[in-house]
T-cell receptor, first 113, second 114 residues
Framework: DAGITQSPRHKVTETGTPVTLRCHQT?????MYWYRQDPGHGLRLIHY???????DKGEVSDGYSVSRSKTEDFLLTLESATSSQTSVYFC????????????FGPGTRLTVL | AQSVSQHNHHVILSEAASLELGCNYS??????LFWYVQYPGQHLQLLLK??????LVKGIKGFEAEFIKSKFSFNLRKPSVQWSDTAEYFC????????????FGKGTSLLVTP
């Protein structure tokens, strides 16, 4: 398995609180991605990064921000969590390019009450 | 915009039955196609991928998929399923204009009964 860890693995929080999820890789891959997985929707892209300090929005970016200050870390922040952000969040990495495989982390299950 | 459709949302098969999961995509240009599997409680793992060349692609655990360009399809097959194949299966296309992020279908949940 690719060296990807996510923290925390589980979190329960209340509406309106800020939450930060961390993705850490040891593969030195250029690209990192945040997806959310919801029943009936598959996985949807939130944000991605193509290098340190280089990020862009995905399909469902509203309510989320990201930061990447080091190659190995990609942070996802919910500035003010809402119940609609209850989901499982997956980080993925790839070295870049159309033919490269994306490797997924173990996921973070977030519940917003 | 790209989209990926998986026709079967829930499939139940007996062990040793043959499997075919449908996947269609809409995209006019060159596509790179993937099938991922997610076993219960685990992260996604790559089963197989197609970029070019032989349209019949073989992956891990006895899975294969056939790319049919004229039908915009990339169906997943396995001749004989096992109980351990119980999982959710996702078809995906990557998007060059989104850092090659994956555009996923909604998934097919497969239950294999003994």
């Amino acid at each position: 398995d690719a060296g990807i860890t996510q923290s925390p693995r589980h979190k329960v929080t209340e509406t309106g609180t800020p939450v930060t999820l961390r993705c850490h890789q040891t593969e030195n891959h250029r690209y990192m991605y945040w997806y959310r997985q919801d029943p009936g929707h598959g996985l949807r892209l939130i944000h991605y990064s193509y290098g340190v300090k280089d990020t862009d929005k995905g399909e469902v970016s509203d309510g989320y921000s990201v930061s990447r200050s080091k190659t190995e870390d990609f942070l996802l922040t919910l500035e003010s969590a809402t119940s609609s952000q209850t989901s499982v969040y997956f980080c993925a990495i790839s070295s870049g390019g159309a033919e490269d495989t994306q490797y997924f982390g173990p996921g973070t299950r977030l519940t917003v009450l | 915009a790209q989209s990926v459709s998986q026709h079967n949302h829930h499939v139940i098969l007996s062990e040793a039955a043959s499997l075919e999961l449908g996947c269609n995509y809409s995209y006019g240009g060159t596509v790179n196609l993937f099938w991922y599997v997610q076993y219960p409680g685990q992260h996604l793992q790559l089963l197989l991928k197609y970029f070019s060349g032989d349209p019949l692609v073989k992956g891990i655990k006895g899975f294969e998929a056939e790319f049919i360009k004229s039908k915009f399809s990339f169906n997943l097959r396995k001749p004989s399923v096992q109980w351990s194949d119980t999982a959710e299966y996702f078809c995906a296309v990557n998007a060059p204009n989104s850092g090659y992020a994956l555009n996923f279908g909604k998934g097919t949940s497969l239950l294999v009964t003994p």
